[in-house]
């Protein structure tokens, strides 16, 4: 008899899966496991050069991405949550912030910048996924608000990047009540007339899917963004009926009129500079 056997069938790794390479140099695209070199990864803006599948990146990336040799100023740096609920789950709240600042090296869920793309002045706001999902807390509302502020001191072109679970529950009321508060600053820069644009990626759902992602002059997503409200389970009990497939990716919600078009990572910089360039045009 042997010293080990396994007791379970099908766990088995088939060849082409089995990581050989340390990590950090390659990259597997998690779609079509095409391998390719990290640093040629990162050229191709985090997308795969053979599937073109884009790769959840955060506000970091996005920041040397799109701002002009990666220059930027960032607002409000260190803007860190408060705990008004006295909440606890499985932990304390504040402890769990504390875990996960430490974790990500972020200080919550947004970070707000702005410097040039393609000498195009622009404040952008974006979300990172990595920090409690993305979720809308207070602290994300806040940043959001003051970058709108940034932007119509100085007229600026606004825009938000989105990627969120949606409200953060820690923070119950005070977390919805980011999304009127987010809305009314918009409001305001309407009234100046100035551009703000909506770009949500993989996945914008919840609270932040029904207030700024989709209150953009322009609302544009990436290829393949889960994109929607309530989970597809959710609406499934509730309709009583099978959802259509492809519903809630950025194609189908575009074809159902919710998006003005999807544009692909690699082009989203000059695709930015020259919309708003068009849009800033005296009439
Ligand atoms: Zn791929």
């Excluded at 960032?74 to 504390?98: C, H, Q, W």
């Excluded at 919805?176 to 409001?187: G, N, P, R």
Aim: proline share 5%; charged share 25%.
């Amino acid at each position: 008899m042997s010293w080990f056997r396994r007791t379970e069938k099908g766990i088995s790794t088939p060849t082409e899966l089995k990581r050989e390479t340390p990590d950090g140099l390659w990259y597997q695209c998690p779609e079509c496991k095409n391998v390719v070199q990290t640093r040629e990864h990162q050229q191709n803006a985090y997308t795969c050069p053979k599937c073109n599948y884009h790769d959840k990146i955060g506000s970091e990336a996005y920041f040397n991405l799109l701002f002009d040799e990666g220059k930027y100023t960032e607002l409000d740096k260190d803007m860190i949550s408060g705990d008004p609920l006295n909440f606890v789950d499985t932990k304390a709240y504040p402890a769990r912030i504390k875990a996960t600042v430490e974790k990500t090296g972020l200080k919550d869920a947004c970070r707000t910048a702005y410097g040039k793309i393609n000498g195009v002045d622009f404040t952008i706001s974006c979300m990172d996924f990595g920090f409690i999902g993305g979720s809308m807390g207070s602290v994300v509302g806040e940043k959001i608000a003051r970058g709108i502020d940034h932007a119509l001191k100085k007229k600026t072109p606004f825009l938000m990047i989105s990627k969120s679970g949606g409200a953060r529950m820690m923070e119950a009321g005070f977390s919805l009540m980011q999304m009127a508060k987010t809305s009314a600053k918009l409001a305001l820069l309407e009234e100046a007339k100035i551009p703000y644009i909506s770009l949500l990626t993989d996945p914008t759902t919840g609270g932040v899917t029904a207030s700024f992602a989709m209150l953009g002059d322009l609302n544009i997503a990436e290829p393949g963004s889960l994109i929607g409200f309530a989970g597809p389970r959710v609406i499934k009990e509730t309709i009583g009926k099978d959802l259509p497939k492809g519903f809630q990716t950025a194609e189908f919600v575009l074809e159902h009129g919710f998006l003005d078009f999807i544009v692909d990572r690699k082009e989203l910089k000059d695709k930015l500079s020259s919309v708003v360039t068009i849009m800033m045009q005296p009439s």
